[in-house]
């Protein structure tokens, strides 16, 4: 494996390209085949960071179809030690409201038929999802967002659907009246991935819509309406990565992630 060409890895597309300093395209190959793109690293916020669009460069993988093994494995080849993950995401309770960020801290896992683990055998191998995500990172991804001046949500459970397809009003109402705030296509498996490789992993969730269902009045979620909130807030979330990588210290030293396979394995 290469070492040392990034340390922190973000899951982000062409639009964050053009934040980086001398920035450079790298092919990795992996044992669990190509990663969505090729992977852009240069500087940003005093760090070296590795951008790679888990959609690929012309959205050509719907969340379904994402080479997650890949992608994950290919950060981790460079040299990375912690992700951070954006994405898109639905509303599934009122006050959670389009435009807003959520750091969400677990999840729930309504994916199906997806290749979710590294360890397929023969050393038996349980890692703990009890706590997806890095307790670090979110901490520092929350400050981040306030100096920003964006509406933070300091926590909440993403729920990740199966895709491509959106929830049915009856699927929609049943998370929203478990408590779930956050609703998804892409957080798993690449948290518990991340974490399987001993990553740190922090997830901004922006708001783009409220899920169908949860607001009688309100039309049901279009593509088209989540790529405009999208877009409109993009520099938001450009502003707060800016952030919360300059406050990223370059030692691991406030969370146990990378030591998550202690105790997880028989032998
Ligand atoms: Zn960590």
Sequence with gaps: MEKNIAEIGIFGGSGFYKLLAGAEEIAVETPYG???????????????????PRHGNHHEFPPHKINYRANLWAMKSLGVQRIISPCAAGSLQKPVMPGHFVVCDQYVDRTSGRIDTFYDGPIATHVSAADPYCSELRQLAISAGKISNITVHEK????????????????SKWF???GWEVINMTQYPEVH????????????????????G????VDPVSH??????????????????????ESIPHERSKCKCANTLAGARFT
């Design 34 to 52: 190509a990663p969505s793109s090729r992977i852009m690293v240069g500087s940003l916020g005093g760090k070296k960071v590795a951008f790679l």
């Design 156 to 171: 909440g459970t993403v729920v990740v659907i199966q895709g491509p397809r959106f929830s049915s009003k009856s699927e």
């Design 176 to 178: 929203t009246s478990m």
């Design 193 to 212: 991935l991340a974490k399987e490789l001993e990553l740190c992993v922090v997830n901004i969730s922006l708001i783009t819509d409220y899920d169908s």
């Design 214 to 217: 949860l607001v009688g009045s």
């Design 224 to 245: 088209s309406e989540v790529v405009k909130v999208f877009t409109e807030n993009l520099s938001k979330l450009q502003t707060m990565l800016v952030k919360l990588l």
